[in-house]
């Protein structure tokens, strides 16, 4: 398994156990302040949590296939307990808004004073509210979108780098085959250059030798 990977993995299952821990606690104290103050620390615990599932994702999918199917599916567990852990946080987060806003409408409703424009206000705040919450899950869902599609581009160059690197790799195979060829054929010229010149010196020996027989034969019998 990758060290970096090892190493991620280790700062999220701590980060996980405390995050877990903060929420438990967190839902036994009473709505007020300290409430809201350890839902904001859960809050940027999740993000921190959210950045080293996605420093995982992009390591494993950068792992050779045999090892990067182990992780991802490893990875989807933790991102499946993450969320829960996100749904958990958001009911705290949602039970204090919700206390936050009765508050203020009681503290407005003066029996002697009570005023259809207070609550109109308070209206109008909340639904402010609801408006920035909705256009802040709609941003990060597309810096999400836009992450995950980085991943799967990281991924499919990789696999392009891994086909490239195969076809080199033949290449090489080739031209050390082309080589070898070329080194047989020239030993196999040198040799047939080498019998020619032999051949042609036992001919031209022969004829000679032949031409002293037929010299001594006519001319000395």
Same mark, same amino acid.
């Given at each position: ?48 949590? =959210? ?22 599916? +490893? ?8 969320? +829960? ?48 919450? =909705? ?69 031209? #020996?022969?004829?000679? #030798? ?6 001594? +034969?006519?001319?000395?019998?």
């Amino acid at each position: 398994m990758s060290e970096v990977f090892e190493g991620y993995e280790r700062q999220y299952c701590e980060l996980s156990v405390s995050l877990s821990h903060k929420c438990s606690s967190a839902a036994l104290l009473p709505d007020g302040e300290p409430k809201k103050q350890q839902t904001s620390e859960l809050k940027v615990g999740l993000d921190d949590a =959210d950045v080293l599932i996605r420093k995982m994702d992009l390591e494993a999918r950068s792992l050779q296939p045999s090892l990067k199917a182990a992780l991802l599916a +490893k990875l989807r567990e933790y991102k499946s307990d993450l969320n +829960k852990l996100k749904k958990e946080v958001n009911k705290l987060a949602l039970t204090g808004a919700n206390q936050a806003a009765h508050d203020l409408e009681s503290g407005m409703m003066d029996p002697h004073a009570a005023s259809a424009n207070h609550r109109e206000r308070l209206a109008m705040t909340t639904e402010r509210l609801d408006q920035s919450s =909705d256009r802040i899950r709609e941003s990060r869902r597309a810096a999400l979108e836009t992450e995950d599609l980085g991943v799967s581009i990281l991924g499919e160059l990789q696999q392009q780098r891994e086909s490239l690197l195969n076809s080199h790799n033949r290449l090489h195979g080739v031209d050390d085959a082309i080589d070898k060829s070329k080194k047989v054929l020239t030993s196999m010229s040198r040799r047939i250059s080498r019998n020619k010149w032999i051949m042609g010196s036992v001919i031209g #020996a022969l004829i000679l #030798a032949i031409i002293i027989i037929l010299y001594f +034969k006519l001319f000395h019998h």
